[in-house]
């Protein structure tokens, strides 16, 4: 008899858009358990079911033999929650992710085994281990892996309307910069191209016209990049991805990723402050030409959703208004705002922590960069979160996203779309009120 797996996503929240009769997530389809599925050795007697928990109901009343939950700093309190659920049922449980390569002591105690780094070299053998009652207390994945020869991700397994990206494709791995608030500097991932022809083939068979890159920076290596670009033209598919703002203004690249048939980006312009950038790491991005990135990519029928970081250490009490109103100025299509957050792993972590500027009684799930858990050098963690919410607010009014769309640009109609979409977080966090001040009941 097969023995049964779940692999399960534990809730994000942030994400979640809860409709009558449907909950969908606003985001991507994430690749993590449909492509643990399709590492899994097909020759194994394992029958794998996958959950994410952002848009499907917990099977708690199912009886699982094993459990990989793959946890994110900001669902690791849930991801651990979820483990005394099935491990209390009898099953094994496999803990992996980005938190548990950052503290992998931690999660350690949470589970019968730990997945470390990069599953490709590891979750072969952990199924095999199992099948075979030997299963080790930690596996490895080591330094950054060979992308070649992957197989694609068992999409059959996800659950049907639960994205609004529903396809989701990885081109390259980890990221070259260093920005001090980043896990995946933290977790050292490296740095790695997958071969351009292998990602041609998996975009090809995708059944739907659109899809989305889920790579940190997907334009890192130009050369690749531009590579990449002449081998989708001819695909005639539409698609997103993440790049730098000192990508963006390469207008060559700009020209090649249009013909390929991009149509939007997501970028970090994060401050208008060249000090504030400068203190994270992030001095490539430039101000002065903001203005520009942002004409350009329009120019090129390109959405844009840019994000921004308040909280940073020279932050004044005037950057919420400020930003908020540059945001309308540059007219960026869909703006995100996140609270400047220290990863543990990340130097913004070690920085924070030996200033003493960490929140008492830190709970992991407050770090999901919506919630204050540090204490601001230049104002109050009351003043940040207040500004941080008058931000939200103004920029998704009626007035703002009216001003910053244009019914004359191609992507009109989903940059409406994920306004309105955030609209509806902007009303969520109006109501939360539990934003700052943590107690003894929130520590994992």
Not at 392 to 420: C, D, E
Request: aromatic content about 10%; charged content about 25%; glycine content about 6%.
């Amino acid at each position: 008899m097969n023995r049964k797996v779940l692999i399960l996503l534990p809730d994000g929240k942030i994400h979640r858009l809860n409709l009558p009769f449907l909950h969908i997530s606003f985001r991507e389809a994430p690749l993590t358990a449909t492509f643990l599925a399709a590492l899994t050795p097909a020759e194994l007697p394992l029958d794998v079911e996958i959950c994410d928990a952002s848009v499907s109901r917990v099977p708690y009343e199912k009886r699982y033999d094993l459990v990989a939950i793959s946890i994110i700093t900001g669902t690791a309190v849930e991801g651990y929650r979820l483990a005394r659920h099935f491990r209390a049922q009898g099953a094994k449980v496999v803990i992996g992710g980005v938190h548990a390569t950052l503290l992998p002591e931690e999660a350690a105690l949470h589970c019968d085994s730990l997945m470390a780094g990069f599953a490709e070299q590891t979750w072969p053998q952990m199924c095999r281990d199992f099948l075979a009652g030997e299963l080790k207390p930690r596996y490895d994945g080591g330094s950054p892996c060979d992308l070649s020869g992957l197989p694609w991700p068992r999409r059959d397994l996800q659950k049907r309307l639960g994205y609004m990206m529903p396809q989701t494709v990885m081109a390259t791995r980890g990221c070259r910069n260093n920005c001090d608030f980043c896990a995946v500097v933290g977790a050292k991932f490296g740095w790695r191209t997958r071969p351009v022809a292998e990602v041609a083939a998996e975009i090809a068979a995708l059944p739907y016209k659109r899809f989305a890159f889920s790579d940190v920076s997907l334009c890192e290596d130009r050369a690749y990049a531009l590579e990449l670009c002449r081998a989708l033209k001819p695909l005639k598919k539409k698609w997103g991805g993440l790049m730098t703002v000192k990508a963006a203004k390469d207008e060559e690249l700009l020209d090649a990723l249009a013909e390929a048939g991009c149509c939007y980006m997501l970028l970090g312009f994060e401050s208008a402050s060249r000090t504030s950038l400068q203190g994270i790491h992030k001095a490539f991005n430039t101000p002065d030409v903001y203005k520009q990135v942002v004409d350009n990519l329009h120019a090129r029928g390109m959405m844009i959703q840019g994000c921004f970081i308040f909280g940073l250490d020279t932050d004044t009490l005037d950057v919420f208004d400020d930003t908020a109103k540059m945001i309308d100025d540059l007219e960026i299509d869909i703006p995100r705002y996140a609270l400047y957050t220290p990863f543990p792993g990340t130097e913004c972590y070690r920085r924070v922590v030996a200033q003493d500027r960490l929140l008492p009684t830190p709970n992991w799930a407050w770090y999901d960069t919506q919630h204050v858990v540090i204490k601001p050098k230049l104002m109050s963690p009351e003043e940040l979160d207040e500004g941080f919410r008058r931000a939200w607010i103004h920029t998704y009014s009626m007035k703002s996203i009216l001003h910053r769309l244009s019914p004359k640009r191609n992507q009109f109609v989903v940059a409406l779309a994920g306004n309105l979409a955030y609209r509806l977080y902007r009303a969520r966090l109006k109501k939360d009120v539990h934003r700052w001040a943590l107690g003894p009941e929130d520590v994992p």
